[in-house]
């Protein structure tokens, strides 16, 4: 069956440097994946999609990179803060129907 | 303020007894969704709608029903709730498709069935 799984559960990362969160997935028929932001006891949080036909995204300070080859997803985080501290979920979508991955939990080191 | 909302935040209720959890945004948005976050299992998508009196399953969609009857409001009902649907309900909304555009999710609703 289809799947969004991540390589790793737990990223401890010290403040400043840059962050990778890695996702795979076993399903090719996707129009888009996103990457979604949740602190402790709020709601998740867009950050930013990228289109299936597409390999590289830029946000502010976060990038996203698509390898369909080998089914895999990553979320870099330059410059690391503080306020980056929390779970981060990749989802994948065709038209409205949404799945997502478990979670990262990222902590920032002082 | 652009914002989804849901209401109530917090729900304690017993099995059987039929209960809807309200969802509005104030964005003139098109897309809707519903989801349902458990340790351990993750967000899952419950059912979504693109768009006035369009609406889809998604991934776990037994035992819920929904209703698209205006843009702004997406109401998520549970006419018989069950132990198993103990969880903390997010809705979201986008102005386009998913994947087109930011996606934005509310408070969230926190419902425990007895």
């Known amino acids: 069956g289809e799947s969004v799984g991540l390589h790793l559960p737990t990223l401890s990362v010290q403040e400043g440097d840059n962050s990778i969160i890695n996702c795979a997935y076993s399903n090719s028929a996707s129009d888009y994946f996103i990457w979604y932001k949740q602190e402790s006891g709020k709601g998740p949080q867009f950050i930013i999609d990228?289109?299936?036909?597409?390999d590289k995204r830029q946000g502010q300070r976060v990038t996203v990179l698509l390898n369909k080859t080998v089914k895999h997803l990553s979320l870099q985080i330059a410059a690391t803060q503080p306020g980056d501290s929390a779970v981060y979920f990749c989802?994948?979508?065709?038209?409205?129907?949404?799945?997502f991955g478990k979670g990262t939990k990222l902590s920032v080191k002082p | 303020e652009a914002q989804v909302t849901q209401n109530p935040r917090y729900l304690i209720t017993v099995t059987g007894k039929k209960l809807t959890v309200t969802c509005s945004q104030n964005?003139?948005?098109?897309?809707m969704s519903w989801y349902r976050q458990d340790p351990g299992l993750g967000l899952r998508q419950i059912y979504y709608s693109m768009n006035v009196e369009v609406t889809d399953k998604g991934d776990v969609p037994e035992g819920y029903k929904v209703s698209r009857k205006e843009k702004r409001n997406f109401p998520l009902i549970l006419e018989s709730p069950s132990p198993n649907q103990t969880s903390l309900y997010f809705c979201a909304s986008n102005r386009g498709l998913l994947g087109t555009d930011t996606q934005y999710f509310g408070p969230g609703t926190r419902l425990t069935v007895l």
């Open positions: 989802a994948r979508g065709s038209q409205g129907n949404l799945i």
């Open positions: 964005m003139n948005h098109e897309y």
């Open positions: 990228i289109r299936s036909n597409m």
